[in-house]
Protein backbone atom coordinates (compact mmCIF):
# COMPACT_ATOMS: atom_id res chain seq x y z
CA UNK A 1 0.00 0.00 0.00
CA UNK A 2 2.53 2.19 1.26
CA UNK A 3 4.25 1.75 -2.50
CA UNK A 4 1.62 2.29 -4.32
CA UNK A 5 1.04 5.89 -2.49
CA UNK A 6 4.28 6.45 -2.85
CA UNK A 7 4.08 5.87 -6.43
CA UNK A 8 1.13 8.32 -7.03
CA UNK A 9 3.31 10.51 -5.10
CA UNK A 10 5.44 11.05 -8.08
CA UNK A 11 2.95 12.44 -10.18
CA UNK A 12 2.53 15.25 -7.36
CA UNK A 13 5.55 16.37 -7.34
CA UNK A 14 8.40 18.65 -9.47
CA UNK A 15 8.15 18.12 -13.48
CA UNK A 16 5.46 15.61 -12.90
CA UNK A 17 2.64 17.77 -11.13
CA UNK A 18 3.55 20.70 -13.63
CA UNK A 19 2.84 18.19 -16.21
CA UNK A 20 -0.56 17.68 -14.37
CA UNK A 21 -1.23 21.26 -14.60
CA UNK A 22 -1.03 20.91 -18.52
CA UNK A 23 -2.48 17.88 -18.85
CA UNK A 24 -5.64 19.20 -16.90
CA UNK A 25 -5.86 21.81 -19.50
CA UNK A 26 -5.62 19.65 -22.40
CA UNK A 27 -8.53 17.91 -20.81
CA UNK A 28 -10.89 21.07 -20.43
CA UNK A 29 -9.80 21.61 -24.20
CA UNK A 30 -11.60 18.13 -24.95
CA UNK A 31 -14.69 19.13 -22.71
CA UNK A 32 -15.20 22.41 -24.38
CA UNK A 33 -14.54 20.88 -27.78
CA UNK A 34 -17.23 17.99 -27.20
CA UNK A 35 -19.55 20.76 -25.99
CA UNK A 36 -19.28 23.09 -29.34
CA UNK A 37 -19.78 20.22 -31.22
CA UNK A 38 -22.89 18.98 -29.49
CA UNK A 39 -24.28 22.76 -29.67
CA UNK A 40 -23.49 23.09 -33.63
CA UNK A 41 -25.37 18.88 -33.85
CA UNK A 42 -28.52 19.95 -32.60
CA UNK A 43 -28.86 23.16 -34.41
CA UNK A 44 -27.26 21.68 -37.45
CA UNK A 45 -30.11 18.34 -36.98
CA UNK A 46 -32.97 21.05 -36.76
CA UNK A 47 -32.29 23.22 -39.35
CA UNK A 48 -31.16 20.60 -41.91
CA UNK A 49 -33.26 17.58 -41.02
CA UNK A 50 -36.11 19.32 -38.51
CA UNK A 51 -35.10 16.87 -36.11
CA UNK A 52 -35.19 17.63 -32.26
CA UNK A 53 -32.46 16.03 -30.01
CA UNK A 54 -31.45 16.88 -26.46
CA UNK A 55 -28.45 18.60 -25.36
CA UNK A 56 -27.22 15.27 -23.36
CA UNK A 57 -28.00 13.24 -26.73
CA UNK A 58 -25.90 15.68 -28.88
CA UNK A 59 -22.84 15.50 -26.15
CA UNK A 60 -23.55 11.45 -26.63
CA UNK A 61 -23.24 11.47 -30.57
CA UNK A 62 -20.58 14.16 -30.46
CA UNK A 63 -18.26 11.42 -28.16
CA UNK A 64 -19.21 8.30 -29.90
CA UNK A 65 -18.07 9.85 -33.20
CA UNK A 66 -14.88 11.69 -31.77
CA UNK A 67 -13.91 7.91 -30.70
CA UNK A 68 -14.88 6.22 -33.94
CA UNK A 69 -17.08 4.23 -32.16
CA UNK A 70 -20.06 4.99 -33.96
CA UNK A 71 -23.11 3.30 -32.79
CA UNK A 72 -25.04 4.79 -35.89
CA UNK A 73 -28.33 4.98 -33.78
CA UNK A 74 -27.90 8.45 -34.67
CA UNK A 75 -26.99 10.09 -38.10
CA UNK A 76 -26.96 13.07 -40.46
CA UNK A 77 -28.90 12.26 -44.04
CA UNK A 78 -27.95 14.98 -45.80
CA UNK A 79 -24.49 16.53 -46.91
CA UNK A 80 -23.86 19.60 -44.64
CA UNK A 81 -24.69 16.72 -41.98
CA UNK A 82 -22.30 14.01 -43.54
CA UNK A 83 -19.54 16.99 -43.86
CA UNK A 84 -19.70 17.97 -40.22
CA UNK A 85 -19.75 14.22 -38.86
CA UNK A 86 -16.72 13.91 -40.92
CA UNK A 87 -14.90 16.79 -39.13
CA UNK A 88 -16.09 15.56 -35.72
CA UNK A 89 -14.73 11.91 -36.60
CA UNK A 90 -11.27 13.64 -37.48
CA UNK A 91 -10.83 15.79 -34.94
CA UNK A 92 -11.67 12.59 -32.01
CA UNK A 93 -9.06 10.70 -34.00
CA UNK A 94 -6.28 13.89 -33.69
CA UNK A 95 -7.30 15.16 -30.91
CA UNK A 96 -8.32 12.47 -28.75
CA UNK A 97 -6.74 9.27 -30.16
CA UNK A 98 -3.28 10.33 -31.38
CA UNK A 99 -2.50 13.85 -29.55
CA UNK A 100 -3.97 12.60 -25.41
CA UNK A 101 -2.00 9.31 -25.52
CA UNK A 102 1.16 10.96 -26.99
CA UNK A 103 1.26 13.68 -24.05
CA UNK A 104 0.69 10.97 -21.84
CA UNK A 105 3.29 8.39 -22.46
CA UNK A 106 5.69 11.41 -23.31
CA UNK A 107 5.09 13.64 -20.34
CA UNK A 108 4.02 11.13 -17.74
CA UNK A 109 5.29 7.31 -18.50
CA UNK A 110 8.53 7.59 -20.65
CA UNK A 111 9.50 9.87 -17.52
CA UNK A 112 8.90 7.63 -14.62
CA UNK A 113 9.70 4.87 -16.51
CA UNK A 114 13.70 6.10 -17.29
CA UNK A 115 13.72 6.97 -13.59
CA UNK A 116 13.24 3.23 -12.88
CA UNK A 117 15.16 2.20 -15.12
CA UNK A 118 17.87 4.72 -14.02
CA UNK A 119 17.60 4.02 -10.12
CA UNK A 120 17.59 0.76 -8.89
CA UNK A 121 17.24 1.16 -5.07
CA UNK A 122 19.72 -1.13 -2.95
CA UNK A 123 17.58 -4.00 -1.22
CA UNK A 124 19.76 -5.00 1.01
CA UNK A 125 23.84 -4.51 2.05
CA UNK A 126 26.55 -6.91 1.15
CA UNK A 127 27.22 -10.36 3.41
CA UNK A 128 30.17 -9.02 4.89
CA UNK A 129 28.94 -5.95 6.02
CA UNK A 130 29.87 -5.03 9.66
CA UNK A 131 30.23 -2.00 11.98
CA UNK A 132 27.98 0.11 10.03
CA UNK A 133 25.83 2.60 11.94
CA UNK A 134 22.31 2.25 11.10
CA UNK A 135 20.16 5.81 10.35
CA UNK A 136 16.84 5.33 10.54
CA UNK A 137 14.79 8.73 9.65
CA UNK A 138 16.61 11.92 7.80
CA UNK A 139 16.36 15.27 9.39
CA UNK A 140 17.81 18.35 10.74
CA UNK A 141 19.26 16.24 12.60
CA UNK A 142 20.52 13.25 11.54
CA UNK A 143 21.77 15.07 9.22
CA UNK A 144 24.19 16.78 11.51
CA UNK A 145 24.72 13.46 12.55
CA UNK A 146 26.17 12.37 9.10
CA UNK A 147 27.86 15.22 8.89
CA UNK A 148 30.02 14.38 11.72
CA UNK A 149 29.94 10.68 10.77
CA UNK A 150 31.44 11.84 7.19
CA UNK A 151 34.28 13.60 8.78
CA UNK A 152 35.18 10.99 10.73
CA UNK A 153 34.96 8.56 7.79
CA UNK A 154 32.79 5.97 9.88
CA UNK A 155 30.36 3.98 7.59
CA UNK A 156 26.92 4.84 7.78
CA UNK A 157 23.80 3.50 5.74
CA UNK A 158 20.35 5.55 5.76
CA UNK A 159 17.44 3.34 5.45
CA UNK A 160 14.30 4.89 3.82
CA UNK A 161 10.74 2.93 3.35
CA UNK A 162 10.15 6.27 0.64
CA UNK A 163 11.45 5.53 -2.98
CA UNK A 164 11.23 9.26 -3.98
CA UNK A 165 13.64 10.03 -0.41
CA UNK A 166 15.76 7.07 -1.21
CA UNK A 167 16.35 8.11 -4.66
CA UNK A 168 17.04 11.66 -3.40
CA UNK A 169 19.43 10.63 -0.68
CA UNK A 170 21.41 8.50 -2.57
CA UNK A 171 21.33 10.67 -5.53
CA UNK A 172 21.53 14.44 -5.18
CA UNK A 173 23.38 13.63 -1.87
CA UNK A 174 25.73 10.66 -2.23
CA UNK A 175 24.32 8.76 0.48
CA UNK A 176 24.46 5.07 0.83
CA UNK A 177 20.72 4.16 1.51
CA UNK A 178 18.66 1.25 1.46
CA UNK A 179 15.16 1.13 -0.01
CA UNK A 180 12.71 -0.66 2.78
CA UNK A 181 10.50 -0.49 6.01
CA UNK A 182 11.92 -0.09 9.17
CA UNK A 183 9.29 -2.43 10.59
CA UNK A 184 10.01 -5.63 8.34
CA UNK A 185 12.61 -8.34 9.90
CA UNK A 186 13.42 -9.45 6.54
CA UNK A 187 15.08 -6.07 5.54
CA UNK A 188 16.73 -5.53 8.96
CA UNK A 189 18.11 -9.22 8.53
CA UNK A 190 19.38 -7.57 4.31
CA UNK A 191 20.81 -4.69 6.35
CA UNK A 192 23.04 -6.69 8.73
CA UNK A 193 21.64 -5.21 11.76
CA UNK A 194 23.46 -8.36 13.81
CA UNK A 195 26.69 -7.05 12.69
CA UNK A 196 26.03 -3.23 12.84
CA UNK A 197 27.90 -1.68 15.32
CA UNK A 198 25.27 0.96 16.63
CA UNK A 199 21.36 1.82 15.44
CA UNK A 200 20.07 5.03 15.30
CA UNK A 201 15.97 5.11 15.50
CA UNK A 202 14.78 8.73 14.52
CA UNK A 203 11.52 7.81 13.45
CA UNK A 204 7.99 8.79 15.33
CA UNK A 205 7.62 7.28 18.53
CA UNK A 206 5.27 4.62 17.73
CA UNK A 207 7.82 3.64 14.73
CA UNK A 208 10.90 4.00 16.96
CA UNK A 209 8.86 1.00 19.38
CA UNK A 210 8.27 -0.95 16.24
CA UNK A 211 11.81 -0.77 15.14
CA UNK A 212 13.09 -1.85 18.54
CA UNK A 213 10.97 -4.95 18.76
CA UNK A 214 12.06 -6.22 15.37
CA UNK A 215 15.71 -5.40 16.08
CA UNK A 216 15.41 -6.77 19.13
CA UNK A 217 13.86 -10.26 17.70
CA UNK A 218 17.07 -10.36 15.46
CA UNK A 219 19.79 -9.39 17.70
CA UNK A 220 21.12 -7.17 20.34
CA UNK A 221 22.91 -4.53 18.83
CA UNK A 222 22.85 -1.04 20.59
CA UNK A 223 19.83 1.01 19.64
CA UNK A 224 19.74 4.95 20.29
CA UNK A 225 16.41 6.31 20.09
CA UNK A 226 14.82 9.67 19.67
CA UNK A 227 11.66 10.40 21.24
CA UNK A 228 9.25 13.02 21.25
CA UNK A 229 7.05 12.77 24.46
CA UNK A 230 9.39 11.84 27.23
CA UNK A 231 6.31 9.80 28.56
CA UNK A 232 7.54 7.01 26.03
CA UNK A 233 11.07 6.59 27.67
CA UNK A 234 10.38 3.69 30.23
CA UNK A 235 8.20 1.99 26.88
CA UNK A 236 11.27 2.43 24.37
CA UNK A 237 13.30 0.73 27.04
CA UNK A 238 11.10 -1.81 27.31
CA UNK A 239 11.19 -2.46 23.81
CA UNK A 240 14.43 -2.95 23.86
CA UNK A 241 16.35 0.86 22.74
CA UNK A 242 19.70 0.82 24.53
CA UNK A 243 19.65 4.57 24.88
CA UNK A 244 16.47 6.42 24.69
CA UNK A 245 16.90 10.18 24.20
CA UNK A 246 14.04 13.06 25.06
CA UNK A 247 15.69 15.14 22.81
CA UNK A 248 13.28 18.07 23.51
CA UNK A 249 13.29 18.12 26.92
CA UNK A 250 17.37 17.78 26.86
CA UNK A 251 17.08 21.03 24.77
CA UNK A 252 14.28 22.50 26.78
CA UNK A 253 16.72 22.12 29.95
CA UNK A 254 19.31 23.82 27.79
CA UNK A 255 17.64 26.77 27.32
CA UNK A 256 16.29 27.18 30.61
CA UNK A 257 20.19 27.09 32.02
CA UNK A 258 21.16 29.11 29.77
CA UNK A 259 18.50 31.71 30.36
CA UNK A 260 18.84 32.38 33.83
CA UNK A 261 21.13 35.41 34.32
CA UNK A 262 21.37 34.12 38.14
CA UNK A 263 25.39 32.56 38.48
CA UNK A 264 25.55 30.21 40.75
CA UNK A 265 23.59 27.84 39.18
CA UNK A 266 26.45 25.31 36.95
CA UNK A 267 24.79 23.11 34.49
CA UNK A 268 26.48 19.64 33.85
CA UNK A 269 27.30 19.24 30.20
CA UNK A 270 28.67 15.61 30.29
CA UNK A 271 30.88 13.44 32.88
CA UNK A 272 33.73 11.66 32.29
CA UNK A 273 33.50 9.42 35.32
CA UNK A 274 33.33 11.98 38.59
CA UNK A 275 34.75 14.81 36.20
CA UNK A 276 32.04 16.64 34.45
CA UNK A 277 31.93 19.15 32.11
CA UNK A 278 29.52 22.62 33.67
CA UNK A 279 28.63 25.35 33.00
CA UNK A 280 27.99 28.55 34.83
CA UNK A 281 26.68 31.96 33.98
CA UNK A 282 29.12 34.76 35.23
CA UNK A 283 26.57 37.70 35.65
CA UNK A 284 25.40 37.62 39.25
CA UNK A 285 28.87 36.12 40.91
CA UNK A 286 31.70 38.63 41.98
CA UNK A 287 33.88 37.86 39.01
CA UNK A 288 32.38 40.19 36.87
CA UNK A 289 35.39 42.19 34.96
CA UNK A 290 37.71 40.32 36.91
CA UNK A 291 40.58 38.50 34.44
CA UNK A 292 40.72 34.67 35.07
CA UNK A 293 43.92 35.83 37.05
CA UNK A 294 42.29 37.96 39.19
CA UNK A 295 39.15 35.30 40.00
CA UNK A 296 41.15 32.82 41.71
CA UNK A 297 38.38 29.93 40.45
CA UNK A 298 41.16 27.05 40.54
CA UNK A 299 42.86 27.86 43.55
CA UNK A 300 39.57 28.62 45.50
CA UNK A 301 37.53 25.64 43.94
CA UNK A 302 40.16 23.68 42.26
CA UNK A 303 37.65 23.51 39.51
CA UNK A 304 39.65 24.09 35.70
CA UNK A 305 38.16 26.70 33.50
CA UNK A 306 38.58 24.95 30.52
CA UNK A 307 36.54 27.33 27.67
CA UNK A 308 34.61 30.89 27.85
CA UNK A 309 31.48 31.30 26.01
CA UNK A 310 30.62 35.44 24.81
CA UNK A 311 27.45 35.50 22.53
CA UNK A 312 27.69 32.22 20.63
CA UNK A 313 31.72 32.68 20.01
CA UNK A 314 34.21 29.79 22.21
CA UNK A 315 37.23 30.72 23.00
CA UNK A 316 40.24 28.79 24.88
CA UNK A 317 41.08 31.38 27.89
CA UNK A 318 44.38 32.49 28.96
CA UNK A 319 45.25 34.16 32.64
CA UNK A 320 44.29 37.49 31.36
CA UNK A 321 41.16 36.72 29.55
CA UNK A 322 38.30 39.18 31.50
CA UNK A 323 34.98 37.71 32.28
CA UNK A 324 32.39 39.87 30.90
CA UNK A 325 28.21 40.35 32.19
CA UNK A 326 27.40 37.66 29.63
CA UNK A 327 30.16 35.37 30.09
CA UNK A 328 29.37 31.35 30.25
CA UNK A 329 32.26 29.97 31.88
CA UNK A 330 32.86 26.08 31.05
CA UNK A 331 34.63 24.34 33.88
CA UNK A 332 35.90 20.53 34.36
CA UNK A 333 35.76 19.42 38.05
CA UNK A 334 34.34 17.33 40.70
CA UNK A 335 30.56 17.86 41.61
CA UNK A 336 32.44 18.86 45.36
CA UNK A 337 34.52 21.39 43.38
CA UNK A 338 31.35 22.80 41.19
CA UNK A 339 29.42 23.03 44.65
CA UNK A 340 32.03 24.95 46.14
CA UNK A 341 31.40 27.62 43.37
CA UNK A 342 28.35 27.47 43.39
CA UNK A 343 28.52 28.15 46.90
CA UNK A 344 31.70 30.93 46.53
CA UNK A 345 29.29 32.62 43.99
CA UNK A 346 25.91 31.87 45.76
CA UNK A 347 24.10 35.12 46.97
CA UNK A 348 21.19 36.09 44.98
CA UNK A 349 20.22 38.98 45.09
CA UNK A 350 17.98 40.00 41.76
CA UNK A 351 14.84 39.44 40.84
CA UNK A 352 14.89 37.20 38.13
CA UNK A 353 11.52 37.15 35.41
CA UNK A 354 12.25 34.83 32.67
CA UNK A 355 9.51 34.87 29.71
CA UNK A 356 9.28 31.93 27.33
CA UNK A 357 7.85 32.56 23.76
CA UNK A 358 6.73 29.01 22.50
CA UNK A 359 4.96 26.44 24.91
CA UNK A 360 5.22 23.26 22.33
CA UNK A 361 7.01 20.72 23.92
CA UNK A 362 10.55 22.21 24.51
CA UNK A 363 9.37 25.27 25.76
CA UNK A 364 7.14 23.42 28.06
CA UNK A 365 10.65 21.57 29.37
CA UNK A 366 12.36 24.76 29.81
CA UNK A 367 9.35 25.89 32.25
CA UNK A 368 9.34 22.61 34.23
CA UNK A 369 13.22 22.86 34.49
CA UNK A 370 12.91 26.89 36.00
CA UNK A 371 9.69 25.34 38.08
CA UNK A 372 12.18 22.59 39.93
CA UNK A 373 14.55 25.92 40.53
CA UNK A 374 12.26 27.59 41.33
CA UNK A 375 12.30 30.55 38.98
CA UNK A 376 9.49 32.77 38.23
CA UNK A 377 8.31 32.67 34.32
CA UNK A 378 5.57 33.64 31.94
CA UNK A 379 4.88 31.08 28.87
CA UNK A 380 3.11 32.73 25.69
CA UNK A 381 2.16 30.49 23.18
CA UNK A 382 -1.02 31.39 20.49
CA UNK A 383 -2.39 27.82 21.20
CA UNK A 384 -2.95 25.36 23.90
CA UNK A 385 -0.71 22.33 24.81
CA UNK A 386 -2.56 19.29 24.35
CA UNK A 387 0.97 17.81 25.77
CA UNK A 388 0.63 20.11 29.53
CA UNK A 389 -1.68 20.55 31.79
CA UNK A 390 0.87 22.18 34.55
CA UNK A 391 1.09 25.87 32.54
CA UNK A 392 -1.41 28.38 31.82
CA UNK A 393 0.63 30.43 29.20
CA UNK A 394 -0.61 33.42 28.34
CA UNK A 395 -2.37 33.42 25.05
CA UNK A 396 -1.80 35.09 21.78
CA UNK A 397 0.82 35.84 18.94
CA UNK A 398 4.10 36.38 20.35
CA UNK A 399 4.92 38.59 17.17
CA UNK A 400 2.12 41.14 18.19
CA UNK A 401 4.15 43.70 20.56
CA UNK A 402 1.22 44.51 22.64
CA UNK A 403 0.81 40.71 24.19
CA UNK A 404 4.49 40.67 25.43
CA UNK A 405 4.33 44.00 26.50
CA UNK A 406 0.78 43.73 28.74
CA UNK A 407 2.24 40.35 29.84
CA UNK A 408 4.80 42.37 31.73
CA UNK A 409 8.04 41.86 29.29
CA UNK A 410 9.42 44.74 30.39
CA UNK A 411 10.21 43.15 34.23
CA UNK A 412 11.69 40.08 32.60
CA UNK A 413 15.70 39.40 32.96
CA UNK A 414 15.70 36.85 30.12
CA UNK A 415 13.68 35.37 27.53
CA UNK A 416 13.64 31.91 26.11
CA UNK A 417 12.81 32.15 22.05
CA UNK A 418 11.00 28.82 21.36
CA UNK A 419 8.51 28.43 18.56
CA UNK A 420 8.62 25.85 15.68
CA UNK A 421 9.47 28.31 13.27
CA UNK A 422 12.51 29.86 12.63
CA UNK A 423 11.72 33.00 11.12
CA UNK A 424 9.25 33.94 14.35
CA UNK A 425 12.73 33.06 16.33
CA UNK A 426 14.18 35.87 14.16
CA UNK A 427 12.03 38.26 14.42
CA UNK A 428 11.46 37.77 18.05
CA UNK A 429 14.84 38.04 18.76
CA UNK A 430 15.27 41.02 16.71
CA UNK A 431 12.72 43.42 18.46
CA UNK A 432 13.26 41.83 21.66
CA UNK A 433 16.76 42.97 22.03
CA UNK A 434 15.72 46.53 19.89
CA UNK A 435 13.11 47.14 22.71
CA UNK A 436 15.68 45.88 25.71
CA UNK A 437 18.98 45.75 25.21
CA UNK A 438 19.81 44.56 28.62
CA UNK A 439 17.78 40.94 28.84
CA UNK A 440 19.14 37.67 28.23
CA UNK A 441 18.12 36.31 25.26
CA UNK A 442 18.32 32.22 24.35
CA UNK A 443 16.48 31.87 21.03
CA UNK A 444 16.46 27.95 19.51
CA UNK A 445 17.42 27.42 15.85
CA UNK A 446 15.10 24.58 14.37
CA UNK A 447 17.70 24.56 11.50
CA UNK A 448 21.55 24.67 11.62
CA UNK A 449 21.28 27.58 8.80
CA UNK A 450 19.61 30.25 11.11
CA UNK A 451 22.44 30.24 13.57
CA UNK A 452 23.90 32.89 12.12
CA UNK A 453 20.87 35.10 11.84
CA UNK A 454 20.04 34.35 15.47
CA UNK A 455 23.14 35.82 16.81
CA UNK A 456 22.94 38.53 14.63
CA UNK A 457 19.42 39.14 15.57
CA UNK A 458 20.86 39.69 19.10
CA UNK A 459 20.53 36.42 20.95
CA UNK A 460 23.17 35.83 23.75
CA UNK A 461 22.81 32.24 23.47
CA UNK A 462 21.63 30.48 19.88
CA UNK A 463 20.95 26.37 21.04
CA UNK A 464 20.51 24.54 17.79
CA UNK A 465 18.10 21.39 17.87
CA UNK A 466 20.02 19.51 15.10
CA UNK A 467 23.65 19.83 16.76
CA UNK A 468 22.98 19.03 20.14
CA UNK A 469 20.89 16.02 19.08
CA UNK A 470 24.07 15.47 16.54
CA UNK A 471 26.26 15.60 19.59
CA UNK A 472 24.28 13.38 22.09
CA UNK A 473 24.19 10.88 19.31
CA UNK A 474 28.04 10.96 18.60
CA UNK A 475 28.75 10.82 22.29
CA UNK A 476 26.77 7.70 22.25
CA UNK A 477 28.80 5.87 19.25
CA UNK A 478 32.14 7.35 20.63
CA UNK A 479 31.08 5.50 24.09
CA UNK A 480 31.27 8.98 26.10
CA UNK A 481 34.98 9.01 24.91
CA UNK A 482 34.11 12.83 23.48
CA UNK A 483 32.29 15.61 24.92
CA UNK A 484 31.61 18.43 22.74
CA UNK A 485 31.36 21.56 23.54
CA UNK A 486 31.41 23.21 20.36
CA UNK A 487 31.74 22.83 16.58
CA UNK A 488 35.61 22.30 16.40
CA UNK A 489 36.37 21.70 20.25
CA UNK A 490 36.24 18.97 22.38
CA UNK A 491 37.37 17.36 25.35
CA UNK A 492 38.35 13.43 25.46
CA UNK A 493 39.90 11.12 27.03
CA UNK A 494 43.36 8.90 26.40
CA UNK A 495 45.17 6.37 28.22
CA UNK A 496 48.32 8.30 29.04
CA UNK A 497 50.85 7.04 26.59
CA UNK A 498 53.80 4.52 28.35
CA UNK A 499 56.79 7.08 26.84
CA UNK A 500 55.32 9.75 28.97
CA UNK A 501 55.47 8.06 32.13
CA UNK A 502 57.10 9.24 34.91
CA UNK A 503 57.57 12.87 32.71
CA UNK A 504 55.95 16.21 34.14
CA UNK A 505 53.50 17.59 32.04
CA UNK A 506 56.46 20.44 31.01
CA UNK A 507 58.43 17.55 30.43
CA UNK A 508 55.75 15.65 28.34
CA UNK A 509 55.76 18.65 25.69
CA UNK A 510 52.34 17.44 24.91
CA UNK A 511 50.90 20.69 24.27
CA UNK A 512 53.98 22.35 22.16
CA UNK A 513 53.81 18.61 20.24
CA UNK A 514 50.06 18.04 19.78
CA UNK A 515 48.09 21.15 20.46
CA UNK A 516 45.88 18.94 23.47
CA UNK A 517 46.03 20.81 26.82
CA UNK A 518 45.26 18.37 29.94
CA UNK A 519 42.17 19.63 31.64
CA UNK A 520 42.24 16.30 34.34
CA UNK A 521 44.80 13.22 35.27
CA UNK A 522 42.65 10.17 36.27
CA UNK A 523 45.52 8.41 38.68
CA UNK A 524 45.48 4.42 38.66
CA UNK A 525 43.80 2.22 41.08
CA UNK A 526 40.84 4.83 41.82
CA UNK A 527 42.68 7.83 43.36
CA UNK A 528 40.71 10.98 42.85
CA UNK A 529 40.81 12.59 39.90
CA UNK A 530 43.22 15.70 39.53
CA UNK A 531 41.96 18.52 37.67
CA UNK A 532 43.45 21.29 36.07
CA UNK A 533 47.13 19.85 37.22
CA UNK A 534 50.36 22.08 37.86
CA UNK A 535 52.74 22.17 34.97
CA UNK A 536 54.89 20.13 37.29
CA UNK A 537 52.95 17.52 37.85
CA UNK A 538 54.35 14.23 37.22
CA UNK A 539 52.51 11.94 34.91
CA UNK A 540 52.13 8.22 36.58
CA UNK A 541 51.89 4.97 34.24
CA UNK A 542 48.30 3.55 33.28
CA UNK A 543 46.57 6.93 34.12
CA UNK A 544 44.18 8.35 32.06
CA UNK A 545 44.28 11.54 30.24
CA UNK A 546 41.27 14.07 29.73
CA UNK A 547 42.40 16.77 27.18
CA UNK A 548 40.85 19.07 25.38
CA UNK A 549 41.63 20.19 21.56
CA UNK A 550 40.20 20.69 18.17
CA UNK A 551 39.71 17.76 15.94
CA UNK A 552 43.11 18.50 14.55
CA UNK A 553 44.64 18.46 18.07
CA UNK A 554 43.17 15.19 18.89
CA UNK A 555 44.07 13.80 15.59
CA UNK A 556 47.66 14.92 16.16
CA UNK A 557 47.71 12.89 19.26
CA UNK A 558 46.54 9.83 17.87
CA UNK A 559 49.18 10.09 15.45
CA UNK A 560 52.21 10.94 17.97
CA UNK A 561 50.99 8.13 20.28
CA UNK A 562 48.47 6.14 18.69
CA UNK A 563 50.46 3.06 18.74
CA UNK A 564 51.61 3.26 22.40
CA UNK A 565 47.83 2.33 23.80
P1 LIG B 1 7.46 22.81 19.72
O1 LIG B 1 8.12 22.72 18.39
O2 LIG B 1 6.79 21.54 20.15
O3 LIG B 1 8.39 23.36 20.79
O4 LIG B 1 6.26 23.89 19.56
C1 LIG B 1 6.45 25.24 19.24
C2 LIG B 1 5.34 26.10 19.83
O5 LIG B 1 5.49 27.45 19.39
C3 LIG B 1 3.93 25.67 19.45
O6 LIG B 1 3.20 25.42 20.62
C4 LIG B 1 3.37 26.88 18.70
O7 LIG B 1 1.99 27.10 19.00
C5 LIG B 1 4.20 28.02 19.23
N1 LIG B 1 4.27 29.18 18.32
C6 LIG B 1 4.64 29.20 17.04
N2 LIG B 1 4.59 30.46 16.54
C7 LIG B 1 4.17 31.27 17.55
C8 LIG B 1 3.93 32.66 17.68
N3 LIG B 1 4.10 33.50 16.66
N4 LIG B 1 3.50 33.12 18.89
C9 LIG B 1 3.34 32.29 19.93
N5 LIG B 1 3.56 30.97 19.87
C10 LIG B 1 3.96 30.45 18.71
ZN1 LIG C 1 3.90 23.01 29.99
Redesign the pocket.
Known amino acids: MKSIASELAYFLRGRARKNLKVLLLYCLFLLAMILVYATIFRSLMWHLEGREFSFIAGAYWTITVMTTLGFGDITFHTDPGYIFAAVVTVSGVVFLLIILPFGLISLFLAPWIEQRLRYRPTYELPAQTAGHILIFGVDPITRALIRKLQSRKLLFVVVSADYEQALHLEEQEGFKVVYGSSSDAQVLTGLRVAAARYVIANLSDPENTNLCLTIRSLCQTPIAAMINEPEHVDLLRLAGATQVIPL?KIL?RYLGTRATTRGALAHVLDSFGSLQIAEIPIHGTPYVGKTLLEAQIRQQTGLAVIGLWERGEFTTPDRDSVLGERTLLVLAGTRDQLATLEQLTGEVTEDELIFI????????AAASFLDRKPIPFIL????E?P?CDQHVPVY?????RQILHKAGIDRASGLIV????DS?NIF?TLTSRHLHPHIRIVA?A?SDENVNQLYAAGADFVVSNASVGASILMNLLEHKESAFLTEGIAVFRRQLPASLAGKTITESRLRPQTGCSIVAIEPPEDAETQVSPEPETRLEAASGLILIGTPEQEKAFDRLFGQER
Open positions: KGLGHGRIGCVDRESAGDATGTTNDTLRN
